[in-house]
């Protein structure tokens, strides 16, 4: 993106590991008129605000996919995880997301509806199309924004989950995979009186040993990604969270541009250097 400064951002952490490797790195707006066919490969690391402009991002993904250089995540990849109704794909594989429902706009009045048709009385609506937790809305039966998220999605799609107490209680657990291999965990935790687990929201982040149940889970999640988009990502997020009758949710597989976390993790810069250099042989 082009303004990068109100957000936490690691990536040139892998730099110097790349450059170990023989690999320079030029960090580029995904906006750029640049010649990308110039590059042996394009990684796509922290377009922020894609979510503003979907269309266009992916127009841009397409102009360097045809420049002949090497785009990773690759275009197909990135085209299938975009929108978050990817994660009905992996559920009908038998991966245990949040129960969610989906519309594909809000009238007035369609709120109230969302309560019964998600079957809990506090809920979380959010875009299909999103990052960063932006247009994220937790709203009770009781609480009065109805007509506040109902303007919000009157034209543009939402899915609203059960809000999981879980979140608040534990936190969001990620687990990174780079180049199909685990690399490290970290567990989020929002604010008081928060949600949002991101630290752009004042979350906070802690690096973790996973249990195994929860790597089962994360590789159950990346195997279905690999089945879905018929190929290996070069990095993968997958972001879970306790589900209240044990085990875990796949909240949201990451493919785009997902935070890395380097900084949570010594090695991880080196694991992701190692792998991005692999596939470019």
């Known amino acids: 993106m082009d303004d990068p400064t109100a957000f936490v951002v690691d990536d040139g952490l892998a730099v110097g590991p790349l450059a170990d490797l023989g690999v320079a790195v030029e960090m580029v707006p995904w906006r750029a008129e640049a010649d990308w066919g110039a590059f042996e490969a394009v990684v796509v690391r922290s377009p922020w605000d894609y979510q503003d402009a ?3 991002f992916l127009a841009a993904l397409e102009r360097i996919d045809a420049s002949g250089t090497v785009l990773l995540n690759g275009l197909r990849t990135v085209r ?25 706009r809000l009238g007035a009045g369609d709120v109230p509806a969302l309560f019964d048709a998600v079957g809990a009385d506090e809920i979380v609506v959010k875009p299909v199309v999103g990052a960063n937790a932006d247009g994220a809305f937790r709203i009770t039966r009781v609480a009065d924004r109805a007509e506040e998220v109902e ?7 939402s899915m609203a989950q059960p809000f999981v107490r879980s979140v608040v209680e534990e936190g969001e657990l990620s687990v990174f995979a780079f180049g199909g291999a685990f690399s490290h965990a970290i567990l989020k935790t929002p604010k ?19 249990e195994p149940e929860l790597l089962s889970a ?15 990502p070069l990095y993968a997020r997958a ?19 997902p935070a890395l976390y380097f900084r949570m993790d010594a090695g991880a810069p080196g694991r992701f250097a190692a792998a991005l250099a692999a596939r470019m042989g």
Request: aromatic fraction near 10%; avoid cysteine; hydrophobic fraction near 40%.
């Open 54 to 56: 979907p269309d266009d």
């Open 80 to 104: 299938w995880n975009l929108r978050k109704t990817y994660l009905r794909e992996l559920e009908a594989t038998g991966v245990p997301i949040v129960p969610t429902v989906w519309r594909e």
């Open 151 to 157: 303007a919000h999605y009157a034209n543009r799609a």
């Open 192 to 210: 008081p009186q928060d949600f949002r687990v991101q630290e752009e929201h004042g979350g906070l982040i802690t690096a973790v040993t996973p």
């Open 218 to 232: 994360a590789q159950a999640a990346f195997d279905a990604v690999d089945a879905a988009t018929g190929e290996r």
């Open 239 to 257: 972001d879970l969270v306790r589900a209240p009758g044990g085990g875990f949710w796949t909240m949201e597989v990451e493919l785009v541009e």
